[in-house]
């Protein structure tokens, strides 16, 4: 099943999973992620600001390259996957 996801299907997951990962770094920020691309130089999307973590600041820009409104713009899995081991 995994095998046939690709094209738009495995950006729109990847979109999603980066979601995800914004609301478990920021339970106090609310259960919800704020709509939109995460952009890194607004305070609303600020892990550091929230968390106060240098290392969850640097997720951000994975996040908003992974959550940009256009599709063709978006990380892929392959890509998303590559900058979240670089991350950690």
Do not use: C
Request: no cysteine; glycine share 8%; net charge neutral.
């Amino acid at each position: 099943m995994l095998a046939s996801i690709s094209g738009e299907h495995e950006r729109a997951d990847v979109y999603s999973l980066a979601k995800t990962l914004f609301v478990l770094a920021l339970p106090k920020a609310g259960p919800y992620p704020p709509n939109g691309t995460h952009r890194a130089d607004h305070e609303e999307f600020s892990l550091w600001q929230h968390s106060g973590s240098p290392g969850l600041a640097r997720l951000l820009h994975v996040l908003e390259a992974a959550t940009q409104h256009s599709i063709t713009e978006r990380l892929n899995r392959p890509g998303f996957g590559r900058e979240l081991r670089l991350w950690l």
